[in-house]
């Protein structure tokens, strides 16, 4: 059974850190690249961060770029997502899911989901 877990997430002051994790396991690993989206609520689901299966390479959207790090273990199965400087607007559910080819922003043709983790930024 494939499984996506994510966790990490919780309440934070504005300009704190959260660090999300997305345990994989069922599949072979390095076999899939790892987006991050989040949901906020009455929007639609939106791509953030990427990690690529083959070189490890990052993508960012304008959202969250020069603020938030992906970044993954392969020994451990696991995608970290490191928030710093977080902000009112990141309030959002969390979503990991894996994809058996190139980084995307959009939802369709992802293989596997996570069940999504909540991410409160507080002012």
């Known amino acids: 059974e494939v499984q996506l877990v994510e966790s990490g997430g919780g309440l934070v002051q504005a300009g704190g850190s959260l660090r999300l994790s997305c345990e994989v396991s069922g599949v072979t690993f390095d076999d899939y690249a790892i987006t991050w989206f989040r949901q906020a609520p009455g929007k639609e689901r939106e791509g953030i961060s990427c990690?690529?299966?083959?070189?490890?390479?990052?993508y960012y959207a304008d959202s969250v770029r020069g603020r938030f790090t992906v970044s993954r273990d392969n020994a451990k199965n696991t995608v970290y997502l490191q928030m710093n400087s977080l902000k009112l607007e990141d309030t959002a559910v969390y979503y990991c899911?894996?994809?058996?080819?190139?980084?995307?922003?959009?939802?369709?043709?992802?293989?596997?989901w996570g069940q999504g983790t909540q991410v409160t930024v507080s002012s």
């Open positions: 899911a894996a994809i058996s080819s190139l980084c995307k922003w959009y939802v369709e043709g992802y293989d596997y």
């Open positions: 990690i690529s299966r083959m070189d490890g390479s990052k």
